[in-house]
């Protein structure tokens, strides 16, 4: 099925159960029949795998795995696995990407293909003539490491492609000197590659220089390989734009408000590197850093009003890999690509700023609406009603009944699904039961407490 035709052919696709959701992915061909076997036997079922990556190994801890739908990037189709615990985000996800595709369109672009390996001398004696010497050499650096350690990189068009020194002041009247390692690692993210090419360069460098060389390590702010993702919604009604743009503005002035603005676009984000057995943290340092490079942390996201037209805008260093690593070796991980067909770690980091951008968006315009809370707990109550031990038959009408308190009262808590399974299952003097088990006597028999939805006990 072409790229065009895969949001049209998965409309509807939350209001389908699990099965058909699995039948119409292998019908668009985003999963194989043996993704199906394995997803059905409840994923990877021994701990081999697990033993190979970590030490001391006592098992998996198992992640929802769910796609968001109706992403159209760059006028492609794609299906997005997400893995998250947290409720709403898929849901959140796919809505806004549909309002989008409907109303406008979503581009992205690379901007710079260099990630950076430091090289620390933390007690320079001569730093110009360190400087001098280093650039004098540049060139002999870069070719002994693209022979001896990153050939395999130059064959794929990558390898070292620049060395830069900087001067960093110790604070204590003294300096340092720091190398920049510059190297574009094609499709892998490169960690493991750029660390040993320092590692590689130490020895040359401390010969030349007559300097001792204290550390070698990757940097994740890597502001030499960026991703920005744009999103335009074609006249949007003028008073939501203009609210937008002012929570856009909010996160750009306040760093306390930038913290949960970010944490929300890395809600879209991470799940995606998850999914796709990237490092999330990696990401998520430089995401941060980034935020920070003006000297005060910021939002990530930028959203104006430009005429009629409300423009989006993230731009970040988003370091992916789609070889080596987990990437490749963990069955979830490949079936994941799989699901996106992407196989450049470009397009993959393109389609992470996007969804990151899509997530913010939904956010944004929740906040700026109807707030936040009743969207997210109209979801939330599947997590009250396992939590308060509702079987099957009781879920319908628990569902119902909470749904009826949040909407009148715009809160529900643990206690309002407890004390309505307790009135269908007609427990009487104040017990509070779930799963079969007394967990709290309240000493307020049923009939006398406050009505559902009045309880002022914490979620």
């Given at each position: 099925?072409?790229?065009?035709?895969?949001?049209?052919?998965?409309?509807?696709?939350?209001?389908?159960?699990?099965?058909?959701?699995?039948?119409?992915?292998?019908?668009?061909?985003?999963?194989?029949?043996?993704?199906?076997?394995f997803l059905?036997?409840g994923?990877?079922?021994?701990?081999?795998?697990?033993e190979?990556?970590?030490?001391?190994?006592?098992?998996y801890?198992?992640?929802?795995?769910?796609?968001?739908?109706?992403?159209?990037?760059?006028?492609?189709?794609?299906?997005?696995?997400?893995?998250?615990?947290?409720?709403?985000?898929?849901?959140?996800?796919?809505?806004?990407?549909?309002?989008?595709?409907?109303?406008?369109?979503?581009?992205?672009?690379?901007?710079?293909?260099?990630?950076?390996?430091?090289?620390?001398?933390?007690?320079?004696?001569?730093?110009?003539?360190?400087?001098?010497?280093?650039?004098?050499?540049?060139?002999?650096?870069i070719?002994?490491?693209?022979?001896?350690?990153?050939?395999?990189?130059?064959?794929?068009?990558?390898?070292?492609?620049?060395?830069?020194?900087?001067?960093?002041?110790?604070?204590?009247?003294?300096?340092?000197?720091?190398?920049?390692?510059?190297?574009?690692?094609?499709?892998?993210?490169?960690?493991?590659?750029?660390?040993?090419?320092?590692?590689?360069?130490?020895?040359?460098?401390?010969?030349?220089?007559?300097?001792?060389?204290?550390?070698?390590?990757?940097?994740?702010?890597?502001?030499?390989?960026?991703?920005?993702?744009?999103?335009?919604?074609?006249?949007?009604?003028?008073?939501?734009?203009?609210?937008?743009?002012?929570?856009s503005?909010?996160?750009?002035?306040?760093?306390?408000?930038?913290?949960?603005?970010?944490?929300?676009?890395?809600?879209?984000?991470?799940?995606?590197?998850l999914?796709?057995?990237?490092?999330w943290?990696?990401?998520?340092a430089?995401?941060?850093?980034?935020?920070?490079?003006?000297?005060?942390?910021?939002?990530?996201?930028?959203?104006?009003?430009?005429?009629?037209?409300?423009?989006?805008?993230?731009?970040?260093?988003?370091?992916?890999?789609?070889?080596?690593?987990?990437?490749?070796?963990?069955?979830?991980?490949?079936?994941?690509?799989?699901?996106?067909?992407?196989?450049?770690?470009?397009?993959?980091?393109?389609?992470?700023?996007?969804?990151?951008?899509?997530?913010?968006?939904?956010?944004?315009?929740?906040?700026?609406?109807?707030?936040?809370?009743?969207?997210?707990?109209?979801?939330?109550?599947?997590?009250?009603?396992?939590?308060?031990?509702?079987?099957?038959?009781?879920?319908p009408?628990?569902?119902?009944?909470?749904?009826?308190?949040?909407?009148?009262?715009?809160?529900?808590?643990?206690s309002?699904?407890?004390?309505?399974?307790?009135?269908?299952?007609?427990?009487?003097?104040?017990?509070?039961?779930?799963?079969?088990?007394?967990?709290?006597?309240?000493?307020?028999?049923?009939?006398?407490?406050?009505?559902?939805?009045?309880?002022?006990?914490?979620?």
């Amino acid at each position: 099925m072409g790229h065009q035709n895969i949001s049209q052919f998965l409309s509807g696709f939350s209001k389908l159960d699990r099965n058909e959701r699995l039948r119409k992915l292998v019908e668009v061909g985003a999963l194989q029949p043996e993704d199906l076997a394995f997803l059905n036997n409840g994923g990877i079922d021994d701990v081999d795998l697990a033993e190979k990556l970590i030490e001391n190994v006592i098992g998996y801890f198992q992640m929802p795995l769910g796609v968001a739908t109706n992403f159209r990037i760059d006028g492609r189709d794609y299906v997005i696995p997400m893995a998250v615990e947290e409720t709403s985000i898929v849901a959140a996800a796919s809505k806004t990407a549909k309002w989008i595709r409907d109303e406008g369109e979503i581009t992205t672009e690379l901007v710079g293909n260099f990630i950076i390996g430091q090289i620390q001398i933390a007690k320079v004696n001569d730093y110009e003539s360190l400087r001098s010497k280093i650039l004098a050499s540049k060139q002999k650096l870069i070719d002994q490491a693209n022979i001896v350690v990153a050939a395999g990189l130059v064959r794929r068009g990558g390898g070292v492609s620049d060395i830069q020194v900087r001067k960093i002041s110790r604070g204590d009247g003294g300096d340092m000197a720091v190398i920049h390692v510059l190297c574009d690692p094609c499709d892998a993210m490169g960690a493991n590659i750029i660390n040993q090419i320092c590692e590689f360069l130490k020895k040359p460098i401390e010969e030349m220089t007559g300097e001792k060389v204290t550390m070698c390590i990757l940097s994740n702010l890597v502001d030499t390989k960026l991703t920005r993702a744009t999103v335009t919604i074609r006249d949007v009604e003028k008073s939501l734009g203009e609210r937008i743009e002012e929570a856009s503005l909010f996160a750009l002035c306040d760093p306390y408000r930038a913290a949960t603005n970010n944490k929300g676009v890395l809600n879209g984000m991470d799940s995606v590197l998850l999914a796709t057995g990237n490092d999330w943290r990696a990401v998520e340092a430089g995401v941060h850093a980034y935020a920070a490079r003006d000297g005060q942390y910021r939002s990530i996201t930028k959203w104006k009003m430009k005429g009629n037209d409300l423009v989006g805008v993230i731009e970040a260093p988003i370091v992916v890999g789609t070889v080596g690593g987990v990437t490749q070796i963990h069955p979830t991980a490949k079936m994941c690509l799989h699901i996106l067909r992407v196989k450049k770690a470009s397009e993959l980091s393109r389609i992470i700023a996007a969804v990151g951008l899509v997530q913010n968006l939904g956010a944004l315009k929740a906040l700026t609406t109807e707030g936040i809370i009743e969207g997210h707990m109209k979801l939330h109550i599947k997590n009250l009603m396992i939590s308060a031990g509702a079987n099957e038959k009781e879920v319908p009408v628990l569902q119902r009944r909470l749904e009826e308190i949040l909407t009148s009262t715009k809160r529900i808590t643990l206690s309002n699904a407890i004390e309505i399974l307790n009135e269908l299952r007609g427990v009487k003097d104040g017990i509070i039961m779930t799963a079969g088990k007394v967990i709290q006597r309240t000493g307020i028999p049923l009939k006398t407490r406050k009505k559902p939805g009045l309880d002022n006990s914490p979620s």
